[in-house]
């Protein structure tokens, strides 16, 4: 068996084969052909052709308009952009800093990729509680609630809500009040929701055309929540500051 420049010179595993056809589409670019796949890893163009037709029926690869060629797909494009961490401008943390200066909660920042919250800027000095649920389940967070309050139709992005603590919202028609109440106010709570004794607001950071595309987040002790909601003001104000710098 021949060996191209991504070759081996054995039979590919159907996920290595899979991996290096992926590959070899970033490589030369929208439009590679078949023929020209099946040369570049060093495949049978047999086998080539069968992974091409899994890639593209699972969305992984597309046909480009004339069917000739191929390009990334959008579950390949999803993967890309949840392993790519935000960019924050260094403006941007400065803005966060001046603000953890003068209020004794953790201020974190989320951005929204899609339908996802990401981890922007994390308080050093107060890191986040169970980061992986934050980012697994929104109905549980304050920043995922402000996510999906501006979602189309939250109810198809998280089809299933799971209940992590005795205070976690899991009847979508309570929370689809409460997130009615997110888009009236500007303002997302959760007081337990996510993790016991843990409460967090947040407050939008818009784009310059009014989507909201990340959310300023304060987060502390359940039991100090009334105290947190005192800090709304200077928190939006800050919101706004970075609206202007990460948009």
Same mark, same amino acid.
């Given at each position: 068996? &021949?060996?191209?420049?991504?070759? !081996? =010179?054995?039979?590919?595993?159907?996920?290595?084969?899979?991996?290096?056809?992926? /590959?070899?589409?970033?490589?030369?670019?929208?439009?590679?052909?078949?023929? /020209?796949?099946?040369?570049?890893? *060093?495949?049978?163009?047999?086998?080539?052709?069968?992974?091409?037709? &899994?890639?593209?029926?699972?969305?992984?690869?597309?046909?480009?308009?004339?069917? +000739?060629?191929?390009? #990334?797909? !959008?579950?390949?494009? /999803? #993967?890309? &952009?949840?392993?790519?961490?935000?960019?924050?401008?260094?403006?941007?943390? @400065?803005?966060?800093? /001046?603000?953890?200066?003068? #209020? +004794?909660?953790?201020? %974190?920042?989320?951005?929204?990729?899609?339908?996802?919250?990401?981890? *922007?800027? $994390?308080?050093? @000095?107060?890191?986040? %509680?169970?980061? %992986?649920?934050?980012? +697994?389940?929104?109905?549980?967070?304050?920043? *995922?609630?402000?996510?999906?309050?501006?979602?189309? @139709?939250?109810? $198809?992005?998280?089809? %299933?809500?799971? $209940?992590?603590?005795?205070?976690?919202? #899991?009847?979508?028609?309570?929370?689809?009040?409460?997130?009615? $109440?997110?888009?009236?106010? @500007?303002?997302?709570?959760?007081? =337990?929701?996510? &993790?016991?004794?843990?409460?967090?607001?947040?407050?939008?950071? !818009?784009? !310059? *055309?009014?989507?909201?595309?990340?959310?300023?987040?304060?987060?502390?002790?359940?039991? +100090?929540?009334?105290?947190?909601?005192?800090?709304?003001?200077?928190?939006?104000?800050?919101?706004?500051?970075?609206?202007?710098?990460?948009?």
């Amino acid at each position: 068996m &021949t060996s191209g420049p991504l070759g !081996r =010179g054995r039979p590919p595993a159907p996920i290595d084969g899979a991996m290096r056809l992926v /590959e070899g589409v970033a490589r030369l670019g929208t439009g590679v052909t078949a023929k /020209e796949l099946a040369a570049f890893v *060093g495949m049978p163009p047999a086998t080539c052709y069968r992974l091409l037709n &899994t890639l593209t029926a699972s969305e992984f690869l597309v046909r480009v308009d004339d069917l +000739r060629g191929f390009a #990334i797909g !959008r579950k390949m494009d /999803e #993967i890309v &952009t949840a392993a790519v961490s935000p960019f924050v401008p260094s403006a941007a943390r @400065d803005v966060l800093e /001046e603000l953890r200066g003068r #209020i +004794r909660f953790g201020v %974190h920042l989320m951005i929204y990729l899609g339908d996802t919250v990401r981890v *922007g800027d $994390q308080d050093p @000095d107060r890191p986040l %509680h169970s980061e %992986h649920d934050l980012l +697994r389940h929104p109905h549980a967070s304050a920043a *995922g609630k402000l996510l999906l309050a501006h979602l189309p @139709d939250w109810r $198809q992005a998280l089809p %299933h809500l799971r $209940q992590l603590t005795e205070h976690t919202i #899991i009847d979508p028609d309570v929370l689809d009040a409460e997130l009615a $109440q997110v888009r009236r106010t @500007d303002v997302a709570h959760q007081r =337990g929701e996510l &993790t016991d004794g843990i409460a967090c607001c947040a407050t939008p950071i !818009r784009s !310059r *055309g009014g989507d909201v595309v990340g959310a300023l987040c304060l987060a502390g002790p359940a039991a +100090r929540a009334s105290v947190m909601t005192e800090q709304i003001g200077a928190t939006m104000e800050a919101a706004k500051l970075l609206s202007d710098l990460i948009s």
